[in-house]
């Protein structure tokens, strides 16, 4: 485990309580939180947290020590684990939410009370999808099979699919450094569903990509503009209006 520590960079951290692979973190309010990736044979290995506020440097390691989260519940299993804090100023704002790609269950972690509280499940449809996100109360994934955008809102319970075909047009204003582009872009090479707009000059539509380089991994919506004293165009990051279409015969109530 390796963390960053203020002014120093990076230092060797303490060991987690058990080995994991491929496990969900997230680092709200200073805390490194590691969900799944462990052995499901060792007691208390499936979720554990490390305080990064009060790690100290000795011998070039950082010190500190690791807990286990209080009673985890079995129904989201070990593997395929995602995790993201909840945004927002809802009933769930400053939780954690975590998922099972494989069972489909879905809890939120409160810090404060540290208690699980069962959100439910959600479908997947089929075994070979994209990387969950979620957006408010909102998780959106990509069905890789059936080349389909799916939203499930654990709030209102309710699920919808997007898909060629009787489309209807609703609008999503995004920053073009804004995480969830991640999505968008995935989005938009496999069902061809997004469309972008420049703020300050919507006739002419851009496009969401990823820059390879000092940016390796950042999303970024770019448009291509004349370069000054050359016929070439190069390609500028622009904020934009991003608009997305979906079906509206695939909204359904669960």
């Known amino acids: 485990m390796l963390v960053v520590l203020r002014r120093v960079g990076r230092e060797r951290g303490p060991r987690t309580l058990c080995g994991r692979e491929s496990a969900a973190t997230v680092t709200p309010h200073g805390k490194l939180y590691a969900f799944g990736g462990g052995n499901p044979d060792i007691q208390g290995c499936f979720a ?11 011998e070039g ?39 099972s790609k494989l069972t489909g269950a879905i809890f939120s972690f409160d810090e404060t009370d540290q208690l699980w509280t069962s959100l439910g499940s959600v ?14 109360t909102t998780i959106y994934w990509i ?22 075909g009787d489309f209807e047009i609703y609008t ?3 920053d073009p ?20 707009f420049p703020k300050d000059d919507p006739s002419k539509p851009c496009r969401l990509t990823a820059f390879m380089g000092y940016k390796a991994g ?14 070439k165009k190069v390609d500028t990051p622009c904020v934009s209006e991003i608009v997305m279409e979906r079906n509206r015969s695939d909204v359904v109530d669960i």
């Open 48 to 58: 554990e947290f490390l305080d990064t506020t009060s790690l100290v440097e000795e």
């Open 61 to 99: 390691k950082a010190k500190g020590e690791w807990n286990p989260l209080p009673e985890p519940p079995c129904a989201l299993g070990f593997k395929g684990i995602f995790a993201v804090v909840l945004d927002g100023s809802g009933l769930y704002a400053g939780k954690i939410l975590v998922g």
């Open 123 to 136: 479908r997947f449809h089929g075994k070979f999808f994209s990387p969950p996100i979620v957006v408010d």
């Open 143 to 164: 069905g890789l099979v059936q080349q389909k955008l799916y939203a499930y809102d654990f709030l209102q319970q309710t699920e919808l699919s997007m898909r060629r």
């Open 172 to 174: 999503i204003m995004g």
């Open 177 to 196: 450094y804004d995480a969830c582009l991640q999505f968008l872009t995935f989005a938009q090479l496999v069902v061809n569903a997004v469309k972008c």
């Open 218 to 231: 950042m999303t970024h919506i770019v448009r291509e503009v004349e370069k000054p004293g050359s016929k």
